[in-house]
């Protein structure tokens, strides 16, 4: 028996030897929605066909700490559908982090029950008491919502003066474009009201696609201009778009804002994201005005100079230089767009050169750069699904419901297409709109939740074991915004220095929260933390664990 | 892909519908021209022989000649001007001799010293014309043309097709208009002559031309899809695609009318019409390489790239030398993410077809999308070293030059590229990079403004109709396909 059981030993070493350690993969994505208890679909538009335009788009997500239980929590953006009756319209869905893997709704408890036409949701503490408060935008009227700190919301849009009739609102972010200490609140539009619901599909030269009729536009509906709200620091913003200079461009139809020190020259900036036209790249001229760039610094059109359809933005440092580059998510037959920052002011579509321009099949929103394998290089999640869900019936080889996408960072500014071997949950097919990665269990490795038009939402987990060591910063400021957002890290790791910023929302009218994510790969610890926080305060922070969030305050450190 | 354009060569004379003796193309047909001319000319040369009484060597000549005796005939009368190397109809004959065999340049000495026949010989000019066009006299030869007598309705006709062969349209279509009234074939000089004017770009007078012959009763496949050609190209689709579908219904077999309609139908974004067409054609003509390519085309413009590619399939099956086909299925390929088969397929037709440029281009395309400069880079050249008047190369070029940071290289591919093409908004927004590095602010929001504009245009006319401007802009400047 003793001698069997030591055979038996030495057969299940050498098959554990066998698989060992890097052997094995380290993304490897499972679907738990189900067992975590995100079983409530996310509602938006015609699910065989689409007859306008507003069907098309979809909401987002935003993981972040409402109740500050240390805990992020997860709400869902929900949207409508021509013809409801008021009694059938979904309500957005806040799920709160259980902590044992589930998530409980408390909607109806949060006072955050609100039906319409949802579209995208962005976090920050817009009147510094300690609570992350939250806006949703609406094709119609935003609504902001006041954390009151016990667990509950309230709609404080009229007071808040956010109010703006008429507009499709689509992507949002709170930012401190002023360095005044106060959230201020962008907010992108997608097109003008009426135009909305107001083509019959195959109507115009913009209403067929591949010789099918489908909802029309945008090409050849009429633009509205984004909106810039200036925080007054009494609870209340000023409409400041005209004063500020934004609107000075016209030809956008934005889908998505992210803030973005882009020459980190310490003012945060603005890139907004313009389905066919143009990208805009607002240059922060620090007196209170922007000034568009986006075509002189090469953010505005694809390499051929072609506009394309831009949706999601993904936002960060890929190539370990310092400064923040962007990926923006595109039509199918096309791909997505890799803007490297050159450190001069411009950028460089870099594509091609760093292996993202194989895929021509998806039609892609969400998307972020995120270190999933923590082995300190960012690496890049992207979901997708089409615009026309009639593309089923159409014997063209593409579909509605679409994979996901990961790509992972090899270093030297080229990336891999991993997504066949990460996991059942990437080839599932889906038709996704919003992306949004945070650890939501604690055990250092980033969550993704998703959003599936007229499907309940996905949340995967990473399930490889052979993951590199993390480290979560939670950062609060006190002279600047106490969310910290705009707030930029460095962190050095071995010979690398890895950067981020704190931001309100990214990807596709989503929130990743407001806690910055590093994979440390085989280091424990942190060998250098530098903040250069929105107020120009600057903290350095040696030799820091690893393995936990850290907590850090702009004037009181580390705590 | 090649196009089926109706200016290329082999369609200025109808297929079908031949000139006596030619078996349809022109090239054939004015092949056949010589033998009879020199039979015509000798006999009259024979004439005048008598009368001036040099008779021998010209009968002899003469005797020869009808019996095929070429390098004989030439024997005596290259014997017979060494008594008089003056004597007009032997230099004549000797000069028909020459130009039979292509010897041009011994052609135009031979018919300078032969002023006097040629003078009476209206077909004769129009070789002594043509002799001098190959050796690079155009002037002259036009000259030469000027002089045949408005009344030479078949000399006319033939100096129509002359010009036509050397892309000088105009002067075709005047030729072709002195003939009209003359001509023994009403249908061929109309259709000839609207060819001529629609190669011009005169698509008013050439729809004007075939309306003219319609009326009088004149109706064939050719005159019916040159019409509606025309009529496209004059912006009026209703009219052209009403010829089209009646040439369809009158001439079912004719696959020229299929392709054009279906063209037409593209541009309209009617693509599922436009395969209803090409099905009909097929189901007469199953196996059919233009209709099949044609076909090939319109699935991929519909996302169907698996059917696309079983028809490009089929017509290399049926025709392995047709690189369009070849190509197309590259396309395919690359649209159901096969670049890797793709690759293997153009690295093959480069070392099949070493002197066709579109194969380099599309490696370097794709090359590019796989993040492989260097190797984009050597394809590129290679295919501008083949074809150096093809913009997408240049800004291909122009971008990985800059890519690479070698700035004034990378200026003189782009500026090359928008010369070339200047609708190409991937040179001008290069170009606008290029400048900006350069630290030509001025040129650089130039180069902006261009891209902005051209990228409204497209907007505007939506993307078929602008990629089908650009093609046909293109084609206007440089009639040279690939294949």
Known sequence: ?559 | MKSSSPSSLENFLPRGVAAEGSRGGAAVSFACRAPRILQFVGAFLLFQALLSGQSNFLTTAQTYLQQGRVDDARKVLLEMLKENSGHAQGNALLGQIAFSREEFQQAVAYFRKSQTVIAGNPLMRVNFAEALLETGATDLAKRELAQLPPTAAIAQFEAGLLWARHGDFLSAEQHFLKAKAGYPKPQVIHYNLALAQYSAGKFAECSATLDEARRKGLRSGDILNLLGQSYSESGKNAEAASVLRQAIRLYPKDERNYVSLVKMLIEDDAAAEGLEFINMGLGLLPKSPPLLLQRAYLLMSLGRNREAETDYRRVVEMDKASVTARIGLAFSLIQSQRQTEAITLLEELTKSHPGDYFPYYLLGELYTRQGLEDQSMAKLTKAASLQPRIAAIHSNLGKLYLKKNKLSLAIQELETATQLDPSDTTGFYQLSIAYRRMGEKQKSEEAVAQVRRLNEMERELGTSRFLTRKLKNFRNSFNTTSN
């Not at chain 1, 919502?145 to 016990?150: M, S």
């Not at chain 1, 139809?253 to 313009?274: A, N």
């Open chain 1, 1 to 559: 028996m003793k001698r069997a059981s030591i055979l038996v030993a030495l057969g299940l070493f050498i098959v554990f030897t066998f698989f060992k350690a890097g052997d094995e993969p380290s993304i490897h994505f499972e679907d738990i929605s189900s067992k975590a208890g995100l079983t409530k679909p996310v509602i938006y538009g015609g699910e065989k066909q689409q007859k306008y335009i507003l069907e098309t788009t979809g909401t987002g997500v935003a993981l972040f700490d409402y109740n500050e239980d240390g805990r992020p929590d997860i709400f869902l953006v929900n949207g409508s559908r021509l013809n409801l009756k008021e009694s059938d319209k979904p309500s957005n869905l806040l799920y709160h982090n259980e902590g044992d893997g589930t998530f409980r709704d408390v909607t109806q408890a949060a006072k955050l029950a609100h039906s319409g036409w949802g579209q995208a949701t962005c976090v920050g503490d817009f009147d510094n008491d300690g609570w992350t408060d939250l806006l949703v935008t609406y094709y119609g009227e935003n609504v902001l919502y006041k954390n009151l700190g016990n667990g509950t919301f309230l709609d404080v849009s009229q007071k808040a003066g956010i109010q703006h009739a008429g507009n499709w609102n689509s992507g949002c972010s709170f930012w401190d474009f002023d360095r005044d200490g106060n959230l201020d609140l962008i907010v992108a539009t997608y097109l003008d009201y009426k135009e909305a619901t107001s083509h019959e599909p195959g109507s115009g030269p913009n209403c067929r696609w591949k010789g099918m009729p489908v909802m029309c536009g945008p090409m050849g509906l009429k633009h509205s201009p984004n909106v810039l709200y200036r925080n007054n620091g009494d609870g209340t913003f000023s409409n400041v778009s005209v004063a500020s200079g934004i609107t000075k461009t016209t030809d956008c139809y934005g889908f998505m804002p992210v803030t973005l020190d882009y020459d980190l020259d310490g003012w945060p900036d603005l890139f907004v994201s313009c389905d066919s036209t143009p990208n805009l790249l607002y240059r922060n001229n620090r007196t209170g005005t922007f000034t568009d760039i986006g075509m002189e610094a090469g953010v505005a059109l694809n390499e051929d100079g072609k506009e394309q359809a831009s949706m999601g933005v993904a936002v960060g440092d890929y190539n370990l230089d310092g400064y923040t580059d962007l990926l923006v998510t595109n039509f199918s037959e096309d791909t997505p767009a890799l803007y490297q920052n050159n450190r001069d002011g411009t950028f460089t579509d870099s594509t091609y050169s760093a292996k993202l321009g194989l895929n021509t099949q998806f039609l892609s929103w969400g998307s972020v750069f995120a270190d999933l394998d923590q082995d300190g290089l960012n690496d890049l999640f992207i979901v997708s699904g089409h615009v026309y869900p009639e593309v089923d019936q159409h014997p063209s080889e593409t579909s509605y419901k679409q994979a996901r996408q990961v790509y992972r960072n090899l270093g030297e500014g080229i990336f891999s297409d991993i997504s066949a071997k990460s996991g059942p949950a990437i080839g599932a097919q889906r038709a996704s709109r919003g992306l949004a990665v945070e650890d939501l269990d604690g055990d250092g490795s980033l969550e993704a939740v998703i959003i599936n038009l007229n499907d309940t939402p996905s949340l995967l987990k990473n399930m490889a074991k052979d993951k590199g060591n993390w480290i979560m910063l939670r950062l609060e400021g006190s002279r600047s915004n106490r969310s910290a957002i705009g707030a930029r890290v460095q962190l050095t790791v071995g010979s690398r220095i890895q950067s981020n910023e704190v931001r309100s929302a990214s990807s596709f009218y989503s929130s990743n929260g407001l806690r910055l994510h590093f994979g440390l790969g085989k280091e424990s610890e942190a060998k250098r933390i530098e903040v250069n926080w929105p107020s120009g305060a600057r903290q350095v922070f040696e030799n820091v664990k690893g393995s936990r969030v850290v907590s850090i305050h702009e004037t009181q450190g580390i705590r």
